[in-house]
């Protein structure tokens, strides 16, 4: 099958080219970087050709709340448009574990419009809500810094190593479309601020973790289970102090 992933020279998108074109799909790995650009609509018709499932796994490269807004409303209308045109019969996003309960954050208001555009596309879809990943991990500890203290919530978290998001966006692309949204997150349940003082600990950073459950995440506050997943999501298989050794050891 022809498949076109937008936002496919990323993290996850680089593994998820890679695992599909082993399958021996064809594979599109569409990004400005390509020539292919879902905000001005550069090459977008011509990539999707005869294309059969679209993947889109692009974030905006601002979290300002406008400019958030604007990007995935922007691209998302220009993606689905393309597709509906190009007649795609099943549209992935990924998107965030939480993303419905966290709409005090610009950044998630973004998020569920995207969702809502899919939702109302016509186009068969599946939204998967993903839980952090593991390389995320070091930019919460840099939202929260103040002088040499991190401030970072009590919150559970259930992160993500981006091998099992890319295993997953995979098995999805190739089932068939669930017209709602499925769950992915890793193995293992961490409180926000013990995660990151783990992280921390390894990489032998001297900032000090602040325990404070009132503490913002990218703007808005946390209730306790906000950001993991409900029940029977898909669990990854690889665990954080696995990732966090290999980490250190590429260094």
Do not use: C
Request: net charge negative; no cysteine.
């Amino acid at each position: 099958m022809k498949i076109v992933i937008i936002g496919g020279t990323g993290l996850i998108g680089t593994k998820t080219v890679a695992r599909l074109a082993a399958r021996g799909h064809d594979v599109i790995a569409a990004s400005p970087n390509t020539g292919i650009n879902t905000i001005t609509g550069e090459g977008l018709s011509k990539a999707l050709e005869g294309a059969e499932i679209v993947i889109d796994l692009a974030n905006s490269p601002s979290f300002e709340d406008t400019a958030v807004m604007e990007f995935f409303q922007t691209s998302g209308r220009n993606l689905l448009s393309a597709a509906n045109a190009a007649g795609v019969r099943h549209h992935i996003a990924l998107s965030v574990v939480g993303t419905d309960q966290l709409q005090g954050s610009g950044y998630f208001r973004a998020k569920k419009a995207q969702e809502d555009l899919i939702k109302a596309s016509g186009i068969p879809f599946t939204i998967v809500h993903s839980t952090q990943f593991f390389e995320f991990v070091s930019g919460i500890a840099n939202a929260g810094t103040v002088g040499n203290d991190t401030h970072l919530s009590t919150a559970f978290i259930q992160p993500i190593s981006s091998n099992d998001v890319a295993d997953a966006m995979t098995v999805f692309a190739l089932g068939e479309p669930v017209n709602g949204i499925v769950e992915i997150a890793g193995p293992d349940r961490f409180r926000m601020h013990e995660l990151v003082a783990k992280y921390l600990r390894a990489m032998q950073d001297p900032r000090t973790v602040i325990a404070d459950p009132k503490a913002a995440y990218f703007g808005v506050e946390l209730s306790e289970n906000a950001l993991v997943p409900g029940i029977n999501p898909r669990l990854g298989t690889n665990r954080f102090e696995d990732w966090l050794g290999h980490s250190i050891a590429a260094q």
